[in-house]
T-cell receptor
Framework: QVQLQISGPGLVRPSETLSLTCIVSDDSLSTYFWSWIRQIPGKGLEWLGYIYFTGTTQYNPSLYGRVSMSVDTSKVQFSLHLTSVTAADTAMYFCAKGNSPKEVNYWSQGTLVTVS | DIQMTQSPPSLSASVGDRVTITCRASQDISYYLAWIQQRPGKAPKSLIFAATKLLKGVPSKFSGSGYGTVFTLTITNLQPEDFGTYYC?????????FGPGTTVDVK
């Protein structure tokens, strides 16, 4: 089973950009669709968007254009960038794999990002 | 966005019990429904996709049913590792949305 490992800072200052990278342990980057999902403490899950290895993306409109994603096939990883963060963006962030753009079949361990 | 609701919000059960969780979608989502388990302190784990299909490695004690707007997750012979929170997720329409979760804890 593929392993997904998130790297990135656990603390981001307000108004700055939150950037996380998800490293894929095998060569399946071009086979699946890759998503970012977050979970605000004590609340539910929110799908942020997905990216395909071609660079095709789709984002959740709830993020009001603050989100972008990128993929680096040579490093077998994909990234999340969330601009102009506020305390409301404090959450556990997950990267995930799916068989289709909106599907999630396998999740990474989460990484807590605090905006403060 | 499609709104997902779950009932009950929480339930208490004993080892060996059979439990059923219901998920409702605010509009018809066909069979595009997944179930996800999250144990305390652990990463979420997807269990079921397409309303009824078990992902590889998921034991047959988990089963899903439903179509359209009403879906159920049933867990038989509840074991300690099954306690946690269960979420449904629709992936029919963009953006995918999740239910608020049902917490299964020890009676």
């Amino acid at each position: 089973q593929v392993q997904l490992q998130i790297s990135g800072p656990g603390l981001v200052r307000p108004s700055e950009t939150l950037s996380l990278t998800c490293i894929v342990s095998d060569d399946s980057l071009s086979t699946y669709f890759w998503s970012w999902i977050r979970q605000i403490p004590g609340k539910g899950l929110e799908w942020l968007g997905y990216i395909y290895f071609t660079g095709t993306t789709q984002y959740n409109p709830s993020l009001y254009g603050r989100v972008s994603m990128s993929v680096d096939t040579s490093k077998v990883q994909f990234s999340l960038h969330l601009t102009s963060v506020t305390a409301a963006d404090t959450a556990m962030y997950f990267c995930a794999k799916g068989n289709s753009p909106k599907e999630v079949n396998y999740w990474s361990q989460g990484t807590l990002v605090t905006v403060s | 966005d499609i709104q997902m609701t779950q009932s009950p919000p929480s339930l208490s059960a004993s080892v060996g019990d059979r439990v059923t969780i219901t998920c409702r979608a605010s509009q018809d989502i066909s069979y595009y429904l997944a179930w996800i388990q999250q144990r305390p302190g652990k990463a979420p784990k997807s269990l079921i996709f397409a309303a009824t299909k078990l992902l590889k490695g998921v034991p047959s004690k988990f089963s899903g049913s439903g179509y359209g707007t009403v879906f159920t997750l049933t867990i038989t012979n509840l074991q300690p590792e099954d306690f946690g929170t269960y979420y449904c997720q629709q992936y029919d329409r963009f953006p995918p949305t999740f239910g608020p979760g049902t917490t299964v804890d020890v009676k």
